[in-house]
């Protein structure tokens, strides 16, 4: 039972070509892709701050949910995060842009992982770190949902990448939902709430307290 927890838990954490080979279709679709980046680019810079409740609902290969979590994230740039989830479990996700502590207060431990190239590719990172080079890490595609939705589709084109494809819906320039899928076949779905954009966080609530008790993995800098 833990560790399908544990599973489920490290999808949190997780919401980073030789074009002379390529055939001409290949070449459009890498313009195409180019195009939809610095649109995407262009809307997720104007987020200074992003600040949210969320309900996270997670379903398995074969259809059917596993989890439905509700918490709230803060997000800053240059690359501060805070997420904070409240049910079913508690967990907290705090990054300064070098490092994620994820601390789980009933396991009673915090791990601590350098922010490398793999995890700042973490979805829910593109709110608080660099964006003005998706093309370069991901395929992109976009497609209008009827009125002011919009749909962003991201492929990462390193084969290690944490998931498999990410979709981020819009209203406007309002976002509303993420969408990852992994290569388990889970998909994990992120509606935000109660959204403010660009409000005034202080440096402080991107900090993690815990206690001196408990074990701490990896290397605090």
């Known amino acids: ?11 949190s954490v997780v919401f980073v070509l030789v074009l002379s080979v390529f055939p001409l279709s290949a070449l459009k679709a890498q313009e195409n892709s180019k195009e939809q980046a610095a649109e995407l680019a262009g809307l997720l810079q ?28 803060k997000a800053k740039r240059p690359g501060l995060f805070y997420w904070e989830t409240t049910s079913p479990h508690s967990q907290y996700i705090v990054s300064d842009g070098n490092q994620v502590k994820v601390y789980d ?25 660099q964006v003005d080079n998706l093309n370069e890490k991901y395929q992109v595609s976009s497609s209008a949902e009827g009125g002011a939705n919009r749909e962003f589709t ?16 819009f209203s406007g320039d309002r976002l509303q939902e993420m969408r990852m899928r992994d290569s388990l076949g889970q998909l994990s ?5 109660d959204v403010t954009i660009n409000g005034s966080i202080p440096e402080q609530a991107f900090t993690l307290d815990y206690p001196d008790s408990v074990d701490v993995i990896g290397k605090d800098t």
Request: glycine share 4%; hydrophobic share 40%.
């Open 105 to 129: 207060p009933d396991l009673e431990q915090v791990t601590i992982h350098d922010l490398d190239d793999r995890a700042a590719t973490t979805p829910a990172l593109l709110l608080s770190g």
């Open 1 to 11: 039972m833990r560790d399908r927890f544990s599973s489920v838990r490290w999808l």
């Open 189 to 193: 779905v992120l509606s935000f709430m």
């Open 46 to 73: 104007d987020y200074r701050s992003f600040e949210s409740s969320f309900i996270q609902i997670v379903v398995n290969e074969n259809g059917n949910q596993v989890q439905e979590t509700r918490g709230k994230l």
């Open 154 to 169: 991201l492929q990462p084109r390193n084969q290690d990448s944490l998931f498999l494809s990410l979709t981020l819906t």
